[in-house]
């Protein structure tokens, strides 16, 4: 009985010490949101909670209906980790799938990660390519050979807990505006002038529709834009560039652009 109490004691100690290393290194991927078409950049970060780390590797795979991997870079941390300098041996691979990396801090072990949280150690770069929700999660099966997602510590492998990040795919949704219909009544008069200069010189309210004031289009807004549509109006000048003098919208507009309009 009692060799079974200390077998049992011994177990409990190796379970313990297990689960304590699994929980001191933590690996996460951040979270965020693109435009379909568009693209972002996830981080990828290391909280370290029990020794030195000598190296790291990892995969991050993504679903390549949704995203599409196109670059990874060193992170803060990374570019810095060996006392000031990159580490010697850095390789990043890049897949539509996702994306690899292995890092050695030193070869002969004049550095190491210390014990602390937030560590940077990647940027992916990926484009969204449907619309809705996917997930970026670390993985095993990347590579050829597969590259294992594993922290080195004391020259021992050590698969650390990992936190999938989120990514969502949404469609950008922008709205048809006329030019020079600052005001958004649906027309281009005098009001719309009377409204841009009140709006630049007297405190006046904002438009709406932002880059509806552009009358001129010059790619800014000032007083020379209240005297193209009064020039327009009275004295037989150019009419504005499109959108006009029906609803639309241009190349590379954002929601920002115009929150709300007449059309």
Known sequence: MRK????????????????????????????????????????????????????????????????????????????????????????????????????????????????????????????????????????????????????????????PEQNSGTVMCQILVTSDWVRGDANGDSTVNIGDGIWIISELFLGGAASSCAVARDANDDGNVDAADAVHIFSYRFLNGPMPSAPFPGCGQVSGQTPEDCEGSGC
């Open 4 to 159: 079974l109490f200390q077998t049992m004691a011994l177990l409990l100690v190796v379970i313990t010490a297990n689960f304590a290393v699994a929980q001191d290194y933590v690996m996460t991927i951040s979270s965020g949101t693109m435009n379909v078409g568009g693209s972002g950049d996830l981080s990828i970060t290391l909280d370290n909670n029990g020794g030195n780390v000598q190296g790291w590797s990892y995969g991050a795979c993504n679903d390549t209906a949704m995203l599409t991997c196109t670059g990874a870079a060193d992170g803060s941390t990374t570019a810095t980790v060996k006392n000031g300098d990159p580490p010697d041996f850095n390789q990043i691979s890049v897949f539509d799938e996702g994306f690899t990396c292995g890092v050695v801090i030193c070869f002969v072990g004049c550095a190491t990660l210390a014990p602390g949280t937030g560590y940077e150690l990647n940027v992916a770069s990926y484009s969204c390519t449907a619309e809705g929700s996917t997930s970026v999660s670390f993985c095993d099966s990347l590579g050829s050979p597969a590259v294992a997602t594993v922290v080195v510590v004391d020259g021992a492998s050590v698969p």
